[in-house]
Structure formats: structure tokens, C-alpha cells
């Protein structure tokens, strides 16, 4: 009788015991966080004091429609995301249908493009930022045996986002390009069997059997680009070599994230950092609210 | 065969235990807590010092010394790479009174800072014994001391000062028919800052486009600011900046040598500024004194005696740091004993000698080592002399709690808008106030 009951118990709560590390870790590390920021939002608390606080209301998030310097970093945070992720997820989708075909030593290919993902940020950026350098960079140096100008690729607005995106896109695109491949592979091959019987060509079969069995991959690409791009801050940190969080004298490559962390950081204003964090997790709710509503939609027709 | 895959299994087995002791055996001997006893007998104290970038104290062979003076002492330093990084770090280990070593650092620009919202939580290093108050200049001792409302106690020591003199380069002034000679060069712009402007333009009527005369408008800024008494804060802590005609005036001027294009518009502390020191790009750099290493290392040996250097237009000073003790480490009063020890004027003597970081302790510049120092690299120049001068001759200037706010975004925003995107001084000094701003702003 009490074995049994034991056993009932067992079975009943063991699942939990299981699987309450996670949830422990998830609340402390996680859950914890996010609600003391969205606490400290409302309140003007600074670094050099965090235990006196004073409570604002939403006054921290209301001077955000004012503050240009935030809705500057939201442009660049766009400009800079779509640079970067519509060309990332082109090239990958052709390398991983090149990586597709039968090949010698593939292996090797596919570890080849997933190299520069296991590259730290870091180091990565500063080779870049001596690509790009104005006086004595390789990217100008090529740029002037083609016979064009020079380009300040710090200084321009255009031409920084488009150096930064540069090494969004070299760093990301092996990873999407192998979790396009594995979604390839999956691909019944009667499909293109069946393409080819009807005469359709490689490009055809790409576009009319691999894109469309990939849709629900792509759209995952999407989704965890998206929060990548929102999140971006390693590359344009570093980009700017001497300033640290400003992202340029003109702010010209300032991203949400480095905002937040100027903020936050630099100037040490706990509270309006913890509202902008808390802006950028609400901009990216709303960009998974549209996107939900366009599948939902895709997927009644 | 299974015989044959434990013996594989037991051979990874062995291989991954002995990297895992491999991996023990990297830990220091003594790591047994601080009071158990070492291989010698005695109780060991560790004390750690948190410093940033490459502050010298170990380089200079300091901690070893002072261990082997006090064998019950062992000195452990941690160091975070940019200042930047490291003070955000160090005030939240101040607010939370854990993760802190027992001695950090604190540089010049967070000082102010530090005295006025952290004086509670680190120690009255003026009652250490053996802390000599006469012996430190007395603008550095009250840059560490705290104002009598919030309890006057001397929470920073000094370590080393930055005063400033100009470096050049002796090939390019010579061939644009400038004197060479550190005297003649230090009297062509002495006691103005608008003659080291007007040395500039004849310097570029004669080396013609392509050579620079300075790195940078805002080196030039930092410069001439750090030559004034009173710069972005008044004697009430109010924050004055905007209005007050020295940092205008020092923006403006900064700002000519850009519009006048005499600036190789770089960014200091860049990789291509760093460049700029290798290709020879411009003629002159304000440097502070510990900024000469920085510049042996970046010009290399094929710039061996072509730099030398000569005095400011004006005694000024740029950087420079404090130690601290916080009173939540667990060893406060040894770390006093350390850092009052690590200060002292025999120390930052042996500092300077070493690593070229210039004393702060104007006892010491009456010693010979001091005094007679010469700089191998820069043409042998009388370096102790050049910047004892200028160092007695820095005034005592306000600092305020967020003047590396303010002069982050006067350089990095306002002049380099105008040194490197060719903005009017005007647009550059406007957005730089926007940016300060909403900086200050809480």
C-alpha cells in the first residue's frame, strides 16, 4: 500500500524534480532580470547609487518620443538590419543549395562556411576595421587600383552601415547556409525527381521545389535574424575603435543596442537604459505580432 | 574486439583525468585561504589590485618588491584592458560591496565621481601611516580628497600626472625650414597657444599638402583645455561648460587647426592613428608624458631619432590616476599599507624611471633620477626637466563628476564632426551640446 503510493509520488513529481533546475536557472537568470529592468524603468536610478530609487512613472519611457538620439538608433537599427539580413539570407540559401549537390569533400566545405561563425566578434571586427580603414585600408586600396575614390567608411552614414553590415552578413551567413542545407536534405528527392521528368530545369526545381519546401525555415531564418539585428552591438562597438558607444561623431551607426548601452554605461543612467531595453523587447513583440498575423493569413489562403 | 574498445575507452578515460590535473596544477601553490600556513611557516595575506589598461605598478616590478619586503604579503593584480570597461564595473562592485579587489584603481577623469558619491564606502588614506600630504602636488592631493560636506576624507592617493609637451618630428620640421632644436621649437609658440597655431600654418606654406601639422583637432583640444583652471564644472559644482570662454575658446582654436587644414584628422587611440605614427603623417602631437612609450612603440625603431620633444605653449595636464581602498575588502587596512607604500615618492620615482609615468609626488622631482632623466628615443631629451616644468606649473584645475562625459562628447562628437566630416565648428560645437545633454540629463 505505501510502496505503491510511493511509486504514484514518484511518478507524479519526479517529471518536475527533473526539470526544475532549468525553470531555477530561467527564474534567476532570466525572469528575475527582466522584471527588475522593467522595475528600474520606472524610476530614475542611477549607476553610481542603484539602491536609491525614485519612482517616475513612465516618464523614462515617455521622453523616448522626444529623444532623437533614440529614434536615430531605431533608424540605424533598421537601415543596418535589412543591409544585413536580406543579402545574409540570399547568399546563404545559394550556398546551401551549392553545398546541396554532390560534391568532393563536402565535409570540408560545409565546416569552411561555418568558420567564420566560430570567429569571435571581436576579433573579427578589428580585421575589419582595418579593411576599412581610410588611409592604409585594403578596401580603399582596391577601391583605387579600380580607379575609384577613397571612401571614409567610418564617417559616411551610409558607408559605416554598410561596412558594419558586412560583418553581420560574413559572420552569419555559413550558419544560415548549413540550417537551409539541413532543411534541404529533407527535401523528398521524388520531388525533383518527379521535377526533372517534367522537364524543369536546376534553377526551376530550386525555385519551384527547394524554396518553397524551405518556407517554414526561412521563415525561422527570419524570425532569428530579426532579434540578432535588434540586438546588434558587438560589431558597431568595435567598429568605432576610439569612442566606444557613441557609433561615430554623427551617431551615424548607432544601434539600440549601443544606445542602451551608452545609457546605461557610459553616462550611468540605470533607469532610461532599462526603458530603452524595454522598448526594444516591445518593438520586437510587435514585429512577432505582424509577422504571426502575415502567416496566419498566408496560411488561410 | 570489446577487449580492444576498453582499452580505448580507458586510454581517453586516463587522457582526460590527467588533462583535468594538468588543469589543477595551473593554480597558483599557495591557494590554500589566505591565513593557513604557506611553504615558509607564516601566514600569508593576498591582496589584490584592480587596475586598467597597462598601469605599470607590476611592469616596474613594484609588487615584487614590496613582497619581498613583507614576506606575508602576496600582491595579485587583475587588469581590464579600456577605462571605459573598467569603471562601470568597479561602481557596481562599489555598490554591491563584493567582486572588489583591495585596491583599485581610479582614473583622473572619474575622480570627481568617486570623492562625491563613493567617499563612504572606501578609506581615509591620508591617515595611513607614512602618507606624507607635502610631499604630492597640491592639486592632485585635493583632486583625491573629498569636499568637507561630504566628510573631506582623502580617498585617492595619486599616482602618476599627465602634463603635457609637444612632441615633433625633426625630419619634417627641418624640411619645412622650422628649427629643430628643442629650445628654439619650444620658444616659437611659448606662453600661446594661438603661436602653435601660427607655427602650423608657416609649417604647411612650406611642407605643402599631404603633411599634417598636427594628428588631430581634438588632441589639440584636450591640450589647451587641460591648461585652464576652470573648464567644464565652477568652484560650485555646477556644470559651466557651455558658457565658460576657455573650453569655448579651446574648442574654437582646436577647430582652426582643422578649418586651416593643418589636422591629419585621425581619431586618437585608433589603429590608423597608430599608423599615423609609422608613415609619419603629421609633424607634432600634445603629448603627456606617459604618452612617449606609447609613441616609441606605435613609430617603431625607423623613427628613432627623428621624434623629440619640446615644452607646451602652457603647462597642462592630461590623465593620470588614484588608488583607492574600499572599505568592503577583506584586508583594508594591509591594503592601505600597500597602496600608501605603492604612491609614496621613492615608488613613483622607481615608476617613472621604469615606465615613464611622471610622478605626482613633486618630492620627487627634486631627485636626481627624476630630475636628470633623459629619453633615449626622443633625441635624449631632458624629459624629467620638460615635464617638471610643466607640471609645477599646471593649475589647480576643477574637476567635476562627469567631466569624462563631457569631454568624450566635445571630442568625439563636436570635433570630430568638424575635424573629419568637415562641419562648420559652429555644427560641431551644437551637436557636442546635444549629446552633453542628454548625457547629463538623468
Known amino acids: ?301 | 574486439m570489446p577487449a580492444r574498445r576498453t582499452l580505448v575507452t580507458t586510454a581517453g578515460l586516463i587522457g582526460a583525468a590527467a588533462l583535468l590535473l594538468a588543469g589543477c596544477a595551473e593554480d597558483p601553490a599557495e591557494q590554500a585561504g589566505p591565513s593557513s600556513p604557506a611553504g615558509d611557516g607564516k601566514a600569508r595575506t593576498t591582496l589584490t589590485v584592480g587596475v586598467f589598461g597597462a598601469f605599470g605598478l607590476q611592469e616596474a616590478g613594484l609588487y615584487d618588491e614590496y613582497m619581498a619586503q613583507n614576506p606575508g604579503i602576496r600582491i595579485e593584480q587583475t587588469s581590464i584592458e579600456r577605462n571605459e570597461n573598467y569603471y562601470p564595473q568597479l561602481l557596481t562592485h562599489l555598490g554591491t560591496g563584493s567582486g572588489l579587489a583591495d585596491i583599485q584603481a581610479v582614473e583622473v577623469n572619474n575622480i570627481a565621481e568617486i570623492t562625491a558619491t563613493q567617499a563612504d564606502k572606501l578609506v581615509d588614506l591620508a591617515k595611513v601611516p607614512g602618507v606624507d600630504k607635502a610631499a604630492y602636488l597640491p592639486w592632485k592631493w585635493a583632486q583625491g580628497t573629498a569636499s568637507a560636506a561630504k566628510g573631506g576624507a582623502t580617498v585617492g592617493l595619486g599616482t602618476d600626472i599627465g602634463p603635457q609637451g609637444i612632441c615633433y618630428r625633426k625630419d619634417l620640421f627641418e624640411a619645412a625650414g622650422l628649427p629643430t632644436d628643442r629650445a628654439a621649437v619650444g620658444a616659437l609658440w611659448a606662453g600661446d597657444w594661438n603661436k602653435y597655431l601660427e607655427a602650423g600654418k608657416a609649417y604647411k606654406a612650406k611642407a605643402g599638402d599631404g603633411k599634417a601639422f598636427v594628428d588631430s583637432a581634438s588632441g589639440v583640444m584636450a591640450a589647451v583645455t587641460g591648461s585652464s583652471a576652470q573648464r567644464f564644472y565652477d568652484d560650485q559644482g555646477k556644470v559651466v561648460y557651455k558658457t565658460n570662454p576657455a573650453v569655448r575658446g579651446s574648442f574654437d582654436l582646436a577647430a582652426s587647426f582643422a578649418t586651416e587644414g593643418l589636422s591629419a584628422k585621425l581619431q586618437q587611440f585608433t589603429p590608423t592613428w597608430d599608423q599615423g605614427f609609422a608613415n609619419g603623417s603629421f609633424a607634432t602631437v600634445s603629448c603627456p608624458a606617459w604618452m612617449l612609450g606609447y609613441i616609441q612603440d606605435k613609430a617603431g625603431p625607423a623613427g628613432k631619432d627623428k621624434w623629440d620633444v619640446a615644452q607646451a605653449p602652457k603647462p597642462s595636464n592630461w590623465g593620470g590616476s588614484f588608488l583607492v581602498v574600499p572599505k568592503a575588502g577583506k584586508h583594508a587596512e594591509e591594503a592601505a599599507k600597500l597602496a600608501a607604500w605603492l604612491t609614496a615618492p621613492a615608488q613613483q620615482a622607481k615608476l617613472f624611471e621604469k615606465r615613464g609615468s611622471f610622478p605626482s609626488a613633486n618630492a620627487t622631482y627634486k631627485l636626481a633620477s627624476v630630475s636628470g632623466a633623459k629619453h633615449e628615443y626622443f633625441g635624449g631629451a631632458p624629459i624629467g626637466e620638460i615635464f617638471a616644468k610643466a607640471a609645477e606649473g599646471v593649475p589647480v584645475t576643477v574637476v567635476g563628476p562627469k567631466d569624462l562625459v563631457i569631454a568624450q562628447n566635445l571630442a568625439d562628437i563636436g570635433m570630430l564632426q568638424v575635424d573629419q566630416k568637415g562641419r562648420s565648428p559652429q555644427e560641431g560645437w551644437e551637436a557636442a551640446v546635444k549629446a552633453i545633454d542628454n548625457a547629463l540629463d538623468q
Open chain 1, 1 to 301: 500500500m505505501w510502496r505503491s503510493r510511493r511509486y504514484r509520488w514518484d511518478l507524479r513529481w519526479s517529471p518536475y524534480a527533473f526539470v526544475a533546475p532549468f525553470f531555477l536557472f530561467f527564474a534567476a537568470f532570466g525572469l528575475f532580470p527582466l522584471l527588475y529592468t522593467g522595475w528600474a524603468a520606472l524610476h530614475q536610478v542611477e549607476l553610481t547609487d542603484p539602491d536609491s530609487m525614485t519612482w517616475v512613472g513612465l516618464r523614462n519611457f515617455t521622453r523616448l518620443w522626444d529623444d532623437e538620439f533614440f529614434w536615430n538608433a531605431l533608424r540605424n537599427t533598421v537601415t543596418i538590419g535589412l543591409l544585413s539580413t536580406v543579402p545574409q539570407l540570399a547568399i546563404a540559401l545559394g550556398l546551401a543549395h551549392l553545398l546541396n549537390y554532390k560534391l568532393r569533400g563536402s565535409a570540408f566545405f560545409r565546416v569552411a562556411v561555418l568558420t567564420p561563425y566560430a570567429t569571435s566578434v571581436a576579433a573579427a571586427t578589428l580585421v575589419f576595421v582595418l579593411l576599412f580603414g581610410r588611409d592604409h585600408g585594403m578596401v580603399n586600396w582596391a577601391l583605387s587600383v579600380v580607379g575609384l575614390d577613397a571612401v571614409d567608411w567610418q564617417n559616411g552614414t551610409f558607408a559605416s552601415q554598410l561596412a558594419v553590415s558586412t560583418i553581420v552578413i560574413w559572420r552569419w551567413t555559413g550558419y544560415n547556409a548549413l540550417i537551409y542545407l539541413a532543411a534541404m536534405q529533407a527535401v523528398p528527392g521524388e520531388l525533383y525527381e518527379s521535377a526533372a521528368l517534367d522537364g524543369a530545369s536546376r534553377w526551376q526545381q530550386f525555385i519551384h521545389v527547394t524554396v518553397p519546401s524551405l518556407r517554414p525555415t526561412i521563415f525561422f531564418t527570419c524570425v532569428v535574424s530579426t532579434i540578432g539585428a535588434t540586438q546588434l552591438f558587438g560589431e558597431p562597438l568595435l567598429f568605432n575603435g576610439g569612442a566606444g558607444a557613441t557609433g561615430g561623431s554623427d551617431h551615424q551607426f548607432q544601434t539600440l543596442g549601443l544606445y542602451l548601452y551608452e545609457q546605461g554605461w557610459v553616462n550611468l543612467h540605470l533607469g532610461r537604459a532599462s526603458a530603452i531595453a524595454w522598448a526594444m523587447f516591445l518593438i520586437l513583440l510587435v514585429i512577432a505580432g505582424a509577422a504571426r498575423l502575415l502567416r496566419g493569413r498566408e496560411a488561410s489562403r
